[in-house]
C-alpha cells in the first residue's frame, strides 16, 4: 500500500516527505499494523475510522465503497490531511472482515488562502470538509462529488491525483487481504491478528513495570496563537504504573482564538508516540500499544478542540509542546530518553508555469530529535 501511494502521488509532500499514514484494522477496529509516514500520524487513523464507521454506520458499508473524511475533530489532523477508509469484504461475506485507512495531505480545498491557512479564527475558513462521504458507492465515483473537488481546488490536478493515488493504494491493501483470508481462513486471519496485538500488550506491560513509577507535571508556554500576541500555557502530567500509562492535560488552556488548537484524536496520536518510545520503539506499531493508554483532555481544552475552533497550524505548534512536556516529564523520572524526530516545514507559493493554477511546494527538513542519540 506505501509503496503504491508514493509511487503514484502527485505531490512531492506525499511522496517526498511522507506526509502520510497507512493502516490496516480488523472488523473490530483494532489496529493490526500501519505503514511509516510522519511520526504523528502514528496511530493516528485508529480515532478517525472509528469516527467515521459510527457517523456511516458499519450497516452502510458495502463492497467496493471508499469514503473520504477530513473533519479534524475525527479525524486526527487538520483538514488538509484527508483520510480515505475502506471495508474489506470476504468471499460470500455480507460485513467488512477488516478496514484500510490512508491518510495524506492534500495541497489546496478551498481554504481562504492557497495551500495553508496561518490565521484562521474557525473552522470554515480552513477548507471543504468530508465528515465521511462515499468517493465510491460499490466501486463506481461519485462524479458529482469529485467536480465538486475539482472545483474547489486551486490546484485540482495535484489533489485530483493524490487522490487517485490513495484509492490506487486502498485496493492494493483490499487484494492483499482478500489473498490471505484466502490462503489460510478466516478464522486463521483473525487468530494471528489477535497473537500479534496481545504480543504488543505484553511487550509494553513488561516496559512499563522496567520504568520509574510515579507522576510528574511540566509547564510550558506557546508564544502565541498566531492571532494574539498572548502566551498559551500548556501542562502535561504523566502518571506511570504497572499497567498503565496516564497522561492528563486538564490543566492547559481552554481552547484559543487562533489555529493552533489540537483535535483530541491527534492528543491521543502524540501519547502514543511518547508511550511508543519509551516502550517499544523497534517493534512495527498495532493495538496493543493502546491497551495500557490513557489519555484526559476535557472537552474545550487546548487539546481537545470542539466546532468550530480552528487546528490548521497544530503540526508547528502545540503538536511539538506536547512531545516536549511529555518527554520532560518522564526525564523527571530518570527513565530512559526516547528518541523522537521532528522536521520544520518550508512553504513556497507562485503560479504555475502556465499561469492558471497556483503551485505550491512544501518541503520539510530534520530541525531535532527529542530525547536520546538518532
Known amino acids: 500500500m506505501r509503496r503504491t501511494l508514493i509511487r503514484t502521488a502527485f505531490n512531492p509532500v506525499v511522496y517526498e516527505v511522507l506526509d502520510l499514514g497507512i493502516s490496516i484494522y480488523n472488523e473490530e477496529l483494532d489496529l493490526i499494523a500501519e505503514a511509516p509516514g510522519l511520526t504523528f500520524f502514528l496511530g493516528a487513523n485508529d480515532y478517525a475510522i472509528r469516527k467515521g464507521v459510527e457517523h456511516v454506520g458499519a450497516d452502510h458499508l458495502e463492497q467496493g465503497d471508499i469514503l473520504l473524511l477530513n473533519y479534524p475533530y475525527w479525524s486526527s489532523a487538520h483538514v488538509n490531511d484527508v483520510t480515505l477508509f475502506a471495508p474489506i469484504f470476504g468471499p460470500q461475506s455480507d460485513r467488512p472482515f477488516a478496514y484500510t485507512c490512508i491518510r495524506a495531505h492534500w495541497m489546496d480545498l478551498g481554504a481562504k488562502d492557497a495551500g495553508y491557512v496561518l490565521d484562521s479564527t474557525d473552522m470554515h475558513q480552513e477548507e471543504l470538509i468530508f465528515p465521511g462521504v462515499k468517493i465510491l458507492r460499490r466501486g463506481v465515483f461519485n462524479e458529482d462529488l469529485l467536480e465538486m473537488i475539482r472545483f474547489n481546488s486551486r490546484m485540482p490536478d495535484l489533489v485530483l ?214
Open 161 to 374: 491525483g493524490d487522490l487517485n493515488a490513495q484509492i490506487a493504494a486502498t485496493r492494493t491493501g483490499e487484494r492483499r487481504l482478500v489473498q490471505l483470508v484466502e490462503r489460510f481462513g478466516l478464522d486463521g486471519f483473525r487468530s494471528c491478528c489477535a497473537r500479534i496485538q496481545d504480543h504488543e500488550e505484553r511487550m509494553v506491560r513488561q516496559a512499563l513495570k522496567e520504568l520509574p513509577h510515579g507522576c510528574w507535571r511540566a509547564v510550558d508556554y506557546l508564544d502565541d496563537d498566531g492571532i494574539s500576541d498572548d502566551p498559551i500555557e500548556t501542562v502535561a502530567s504523566v502518571s506511570i504504573e504497572d499497567e498503565r500509562f496516564t497522561v492528563d492535560f486538564s490543566e492547559s488552556s481552554a481552547a484559543v482564538r487562533g489555529p493552533v488548537n489540537i483535535p483530541y484524536g491527534l492528543t491521543l496520536t502524540m501519547s502514543k508516540v511518547v508511550l511508543k518510545s519509551l516502550t517499544t520503539p523497534h517493534t512495527p506499531s498495532n493495538g496493543g500499544l493502546s491497551r495500557l493508554l490513557q489519555v484526559i483532555a476535557p472537552p474545550g481544552n487546548l487539546f481537545h478542540a470542539v466546532y468550530p475552533a480552528p487546528t490548521f497550524t497544530l503540526w508547528s505548534a502545540i503538536a511539538r509542546i506536547r512531545v516536549d512536556l511529555q518527554s520532560a516529564c518522564v526525564r523527571h523520572a530518570g527513565a530512559a530518553d526516547g528518541v523522537i524526530g521532528w522536521r520544520c516545514p518550508r512553504i513556497h507559493s507562485d503560479r504555475d508555469s502556465r499561469g492558471d493554477q497556483a503551485a505550491l511546494r512544501s518541503e520539510q527538513q530534520r530541525s531535532c530529535w527529542l530525547g536520546g542519540d538518532a
